[in-house]
């Protein structure tokens, strides 16, 4: 509760927060104000440019579907992606690294290895593999990066936590009678908020292109569904003659890039008690 | 004076034989050493005499890459390469450490409240509600002005001097047999080091329990010991009664031990009283008097023969062919 008190005292993180919120409430309720949907097309507007006319307030695409119901659509699955894939790298990652760090020794090495074994292998033949065993869909797209989105996380937070191991507040857990279990979780994961909230908001940038990338390949989202990797590729053939196309789905994933990273910042200053 | 006081009862801490080796260096060479129930014992010795290694073992916090000999028994019961599990049955409830910086020994995202009653929760199954309750009277009693506040306030909010009194309270929660205090007054300043020994001993006289005092500073153990042990070179090279160390020291190590400590009357010095050389080399071979080198009164005999500990009176050994009583 301190730590929340403390992010509303910064404004930057505040504001940055706010748009975040107001992003995704738009991105979730926002179709419902504009009678347009995401795959009619209006050949009376093909390409167009921002305008009332038809209600195509952020323009149209090159078949004359609406930008602004497509934007808000591809704002959900990007959030969505990046959101899914970086709680599951969170929630996996901070314990096995955190566990392997804590614990040492041969346990140690067994878990490193396997992290990575797995890192070796080539990320799109994983991709492939289990599209083609579950058949396509934006749930096991989530599943699939977060699986592999762990893995670095699993590094860093085992990285730190060797280096929390050393300090004299564990020896003196250990010496009050603490378990292994009740130490990693009492006193070692939260010394890791700081940096696992740093990377995490920096993975969510990294996820959303990722995605964008999958469906380039025809592996992620496929249309008439949107997300905004999508629509930055399909407005960067176009960038000469209808820049709005870009611009649009540009903006939204800049601005939300920008005010998760300052909320990334600003929870770490909250997080972290002894900067004060 | 409580040595003699329960001569059947079974010494609060036994160690046997103790050797605890670092690969090639041998940190602690076949210590024993007894610390009866409620007596207070002063360890004393430069860094690097093993002094805080023997007392790492009992607790189990060792690095993985020692190699340790011999018996360290609490009440009876064998510490010495046993379970965690078991291990944490005594430490932390019978059996507590205070360390030597407060700044770094407290958990600094945990609430003072939350780390003092997670020690009774864990070792006494009370609630947290309980807890907090015994933890604050604790604070109360090693004196920190509005306990009350204190539990609700993070670590970096207290200075040093209470950080040590949180410790302090911390180590006394589930009512111990013996505290091992390790240099806690080293990382204060000299005012709140009197404090913080003052804390101790009223503490002691009000609960009863056994203190191991470690510390490099004669001055400091004089107050609180009953007993004083002198370690160098990771052996027991003289111990007996405060009072009479420090009048009749036998040992050449401890009587310049106490030629260091600054004495406020008399003649003004012209430098601090040093001691020369080095202290040896840990991978050195076990021949012979380790303080020979050192020593003004070293003969053949002491660079050849390796000295026991042997009694000159009733309760005072000393590990030297030439005491100075001699």
Known sequence: MKALHRLRANPGATYALGIIVILTLGALIGPLFNPNDIATLDWAHVAAGPALAGAHWFGTDRLGRDLFVRTLEGTRMSLGVGLTASAISLGVGVAYGAIAGYVGGRLDQLMMRFVEVLSGLPLIFFVIFLTVVFGRSPYLLFLTIGAVGWLTMARIVRGQTLSIRQREYIEAAIASGAGTLRIIVKHVVPNLWGVVIVYATLTIPQIILFESFLSFLGLGVQEPHSSLGTLIAEGAGEMEAAPWILLVPGSVLAILLLCLNIVGDGLRDALDVKER | ?326
């Open chain 2, 1 to 326: 004076m409580s040595a003699n006081l329960h001569p059947t009862a079974l010494p609060t801490l036994a160690i046997d034989n103790l050797s605890v080796r670092f690969g090639e260096s041998a940190a602690v060479r076949d210590v024993s050493l007894r610390v009866e129930p409620g007596e207070s014992v002063g360890v004393v010795g430069e860094s690097g005499s093993g002094k805080t290694q023997v007392f790492m073992s009992a607790m189990g916090l060792l690095p993985p890459n020692a190699r340790v000999q011999g018996s360290v028994r609490f009440e009876g019961t064998e510490l010495l390469g046993v379970a965690p599990a078991v291990l944490n049955r005594v430490r932390g409830s019978k059996l507590t450490m205070i360390f030597q910086d407060p700044m770094t020994s407290l958990t600094p995202h945990l609430r003072i409240g939350i780390q003092l009653a997670e020690v009774l929760v864990t070792h006494s199954g009370s609630s947290w509600a309980d807890a907090e309750r015994a933890a604050l009277l604790m604070l109360e009693r090693v004196r920190i002005p509005e306990a009350k506040r204190r539990l609700r306030q993070y670590p970096h909010e207290l200075s040093g001097g209470m950080r040590q009194r949180v410790m302090i309270a911390m180590s006394l929660l589930c009512e111990p047999s013996l505290v091992i205090a390790d240099e806690p007054t080293t990382a204060l300043d000299v005012t709140v080091q009197a404090q913080i020994l003052d804390t101790l001993r009223i503490m002691r006289a009000e609960l009863g329990m056994g203190i191991v005092l470690i510390s490099h500073d004669m001055g400091v153990v004089a107050g609180l010991a009953d007993r004083i042990v002198v370690m160098y070179a990771g052996r027991i090279v003289e111990q007996g009664p405060t009072a009479e160390m420090l009048r009749r020291p036998e040992h050449p190590y401890t009587a310049a031990l106490l030629r260091c400590v600054p004495a406020l009357s008399g003649p003004r010095l012209e430098r601090m009283p040093s001691l020369p050389g080095q202290a040896p080399d840990p991978r050195r071979a076990d021949q012979g008097c380790a303080f020979a080198p050192r020593c003004a009164r070293a003969a053949e005999r002491c660079r050849v023969e390796m000295p026991q500990l042997r009694a000159l009176s009733r309760r005072h050994e000393a590990a030297c062919h030439f005491p100075l009583s001699a």
